[in-house]
C-alpha cells in the first residue's frame, strides 16, 4: 500500500505503538477479548459502532473475560478483507459538534466469511465457550412472508431446508443442531435488528424453519431449541453513516497510520435489552446499556418517532435534491414536518417508556439529525423502504386511523416513499437509486408514475407492506393521494 508514493503503516496489534497516542483511545490487551463468546451474524459498521463498542467498554469496566466477538460476514468477503489483516482492530470514528475523536477497538477477535467457511461457522456454533449469539442483518435478511412468519417459498430458504446454510434462520437452525450435537450447552440468540418485538420474531422463525424440516428431524431440533435457546429482545439506537474517504483521511491524520476496516458514528448511543439470557451475558449495564424486563415502549419509541421520522426526512430530502439527512433538516419547511410527525401522528401512539421524556426525546432526534459532521446520506436511509415503512409509518398510520384521526404526517411520509419509487428523480432530474428487495414489483406498480391516483392505488397493492386493510382504506388513500399530487 502506498499514498504519494510513500509506503504506510496498516493498523494491527503489532503497529499499535505506532498510533498517536495521546490522540487516540487505544484498546485493552488483547487477552480480555482472546476467547470468542460471542458469534455476531452481519458484522457490518452497525454492529462495530455499536454491540462490539458497548461489549468492550463492559469488559473494561467488569474486567471480565470471554466475551471476545467472532464476526460472521453473510454477503460479502470485503469485510473480512479490512478487518484480518488488522487483527481485528479498527477505528471508530466519532462525529460530533466539536473535533472528531476516534478510538482503536479491540473487542472482535476472530471473522469469518460464511459463503466460504462454513465448517468454521458451525464449529463457532458448536463451542461450549459461545453462549451468546447476535445478529445485525437488516430487516430483509429475517426473509419474512406477508404474515410475519418464514418465508417458506423463499429459494434461499427452500435450499436451506434441503441442507443448505445461506439465509440468516437456516444457519441459526443448522448452527443449533450442531450445538445440540456437540452437548455445547444453552445459549441465548440477541436479534439488534429494528423489528418490533425482534426477539419473539426470531423465535417464530427458527420455529418456522424446524417445522418446516421432515418432521423426525425437525421436532428434535425444535424441541431442543424450546428448552436451550432464549431469545431476548433489544432495541439499539446509533446514526453510523457510510465511511467516506474524507473520513479516513481523517482518521489517518488522528491515528498516524491507515484503517482500512474504519467505521464512522455520532457520540451518542442507546441499547436497552430484554434481561432474559438461558447462558450469561457481557456486563452491558456497566457500559450505559439498560437491561429491563419490556423493551416494546422503547422499541416503539425509537421505531415511530426516530425512525419514522428519518424516513420522512429521507425520502422528502432526496426529492429536494438533498444529499444528506442534515441538510434536509436545515430546510425550514421539512424540519418542521418533521417536527409535527412526531407531535401530532407519533406521540399519542405510544406509551411512555420508564425514565423518558416524549417530547424532549423528539427534541434531541431533531438535534441529532442536524449534526452536519455525519453526512447521512438520503439515499442510504432510503434503502429498503418496503422492508422498513411498515414497522416505521404504518403502525403510527394504523393506530392514528383507529383513533378516528387522520394521520396527516405519516401519511406524507408514505406518499413521499412512494413518490421516490414512482418519480426516479430528484427535482434536479438526477437519479435516486430503488435499492430494495421488491424493486421491480414497485416499478411495475406505479406504471408510468405521474397519475398520483394511480401511484397510490398501484402501491397499495402491494400486499407485503400495506396488508388487505391499508390498500382498502379510502381515508388513508385519499390523504395519500393530496399528498402525491403536490409532491410529483
Not at 459538534?97 to 460464511?114: E, I, N, T
Not at 438535534?367 to 422492508?387: C, I, K, W, Y
Given at each position: 500500500m502506498a499514498a504519494r508514493g510513500r509506503a504506510v503503516t496498516r493498523l494491527s496489534r503489532g503497529t499499535l505503538a505506532e498510533v498517536r497516542h495521546d490522540r487516540v483511545q487505544l484498546p485493552p490487551p488483547?487477552?480480555?477479548?482472546?476467547?470468542?463468546?460471542?458469534l455476531h451474524l452481519g458484522i457490518g459498521a452497525f454492529h462495530r459502532a455499536h454491540q462490539a463498542v458497548f461489549t468492550e467498554d463492559a469488559a473494561l469496566a467488569s474486567d471480565e473475560q470471554g466475551w471476545g466477538i467472532c464476526g460472521v460476514t453473510q454477503r460479502s468477503a470485503a469485510v473480512v478483507d479490512q478487518l484480518r489483516p488488522q487483527d481485528c482492530l479498527y477505528a471508530v470514528?466519532?462525529?460530533?459538534?466539536?473535533?472528531?475523536?476516534?478510538?482503536?477497538?479491540?473487542?472482535?477477535?476472530?471473522?469469518?466469511?460464511?459463503?466460504e467457511e462454513g465448517q468454521r461457522l458451525t464449529a463457532r456454533f458448536a463451542d461450549p465457550a459461545v453462549r451468546l449469539v447476535t445478529l445485525t442483518v437488516t430487516e430483509k435478511g429475517y426473509r419474512r412472508g406477508s404474515d410475519g412468519g418464514l418465508d417458506l417459498a423463499d429459494p434461499v430458504v427452500a435450499a436451506d431446508?434441503?441442507?443448505?446454510?445461506?439465509?440468516?434462520?437456516?444457519?441459526?437452525?443448522?448452527?443449533?443442531?450442531?450445538?445440540?450435537?456437540?452437548?455445547?450447552?444453552?445459549?441465548?440468540?440477541?436479534?439488534?435488528?429494528?423489528?418490533?418485538?425482534?426477539?419473539?420474531?426470531?423465535?417464530?422463525l427458527v420455529m418456522d424453519f424446524c417445522r418446516a424440516l421432515p418432521s423426525v428431524e425437525g421436532d428434535a431440533i425444535g424441541s431442543w431449541v424450546e428448552q436451550h435457546v432464549a431469545f431476548p429482545s433489544s432495541m439499539v439506537d446509533r446514526i453510523v453513516p457510510a465511511t467516506t474517504d474524507a473520513d479516513r483521511?481523517?482518521?489517518a491524520t488522528l491515528l498516524g497510520i491507515v484503517d482500512q476496516a474504519l467505521v464512522v458514528a455520532e457520540p451518542f448511543r442507546q441499547w436497552v435489552v430484554e434481561d432474559s439470557f438461558a447462558a450469561g451475558r457481557p456486563a452491558w449495564e456497566r457500559a450505559g446499556a439498560d437491561l429491563v424486563d419490556d423493551v416494546e415502549p422503547f422499541e416503539q419509541l425509537?421505531?415511530?418517532?426516530?425512525?419514522?421520522?428519518?424516513?420522512?426526512?429521507?425520502y422528502l430530502g432526496a426529492l429536494r435534491g438533498y444529499e444528506t439527512i442534515a441538510e434536509a433538516v436545515a430546510d425550514a419547511e421539512l424540519a418542521g414536518a418533521a417536527q409535527r410527525l412526531m407531535r401530532e401522528d407519533v406521540a399519542p401512539t405510544l406509551e411512555q417508556p420508564p425514565g423518558l421524556d416524549v417530547?424532549?426525546?423528539?427534541?434531541?432526534?431533531?438535534?441529532?439529525?442536524?449534526?452536519?459532521?455525519?453526512?447521512?446520506?438520503?439515499?442510504?436511509?432510503?434503502?429498503?423502504?418496503?422492508?422498513?415503512?411498515?414497522?416505521?409509518?404504518?403502525?403510527?398510520?394504523?393506530?392514528?386511523?383507529?383513533?378516528g384521526a387522520t394521520?396527516?404526517?405519516?401519511?406524507?411520509?408514505?406518499?413521499?416513499?412512494?413518490?421516490?419509487?414512482?418519480?426516479?428523480?430528484?427535482?434536479?432530474?438526477?437519479?435516486?437509486?430503488?435499492?430494495?428487495?421488491?424493486?421491480?414489483?414497485?416499478?411495475?406498480?406505479?406504471?408510468?408514475?405521474?397519475?398520483?391516483?394511480?401511484?397510490?392505488?398501484?402501491?397499495?397493492?402491494?400486499?407485503?407492506v400495506f396488508g388487505d386493510d391499508l390498500r382498502d382504506s379510502a381515508a388513508f388513500r385519499d390523504t395519500l393521494v393530496r399528498h402525491l399530487k403536490e409532491l410529483l
Open positions: 488483547p487477552g480480555l477479548a482472546e476467547q470468542v463468546g460471542i470514528l466519532e462525529r460530533g459538534v466539536g473535533d472528531p475523536s476516534v478510538r482503536v477497538v479491540g473487542q472482535v477477535s476472530d471473522v469469518l466469511f460464511a459463503a431446508l434441503a441442507g443448505g446454510a445461506r439465509s440468516t434462520v437456516g444457519q441459526l437452525v443448522r448452527g443449533m443442531q450442531a450445538r445440540r450435537d456437540a452437548s455445547a450447552g444453552p445459549v441465548s440468540v440477541l436479534s439488534c435488528d429494528n423489528l418490533t418485538g425482534n426477539g419473539g420474531v426470531l423465535r417464530r483521511a481523517d482518521a425509537k421505531l415511530r418517532m426516530l425512525n419514522g421520522t428519518h424516513s420522512l426526512l429521507a417530547t424532549a426525546y423528539g427534541e434531541t432526534v431533531l438535534e441529532r439529525f442536524a449534526n452536519p459532521a455525519l453526512r447521512h446520506r438520503t439515499t442510504q436511509v432510503a434503502m429498503d423502504g418496503s422492508q422498513k415503512l411498515p414497522l416505521r409509518l404504518l403502525t403510527t398510520v394504523r393506530d392514528r386511523l383507529a383513533a394521520p396527516e404526517w405519516a401519511s406524507l411520509a408514505v406518499a413521499a416513499w412512494m413518490a421516490y419509487v414512482a418519480a426516479g428523480r430528484d427535482r434536479h432530474g438526477r437519479e435516486l437509486p430503488l435499492d430494495d428487495p421488491l424493486a421491480d414489483r414497485l416499478r411495475s406498480a406505479v406504471g408510468t408514475g405521474s397519475d398520483p391516483v394511480a401511484v397510490a392505488t398501484g402501491l397499495l397493492g402491494v400486499r407485503e
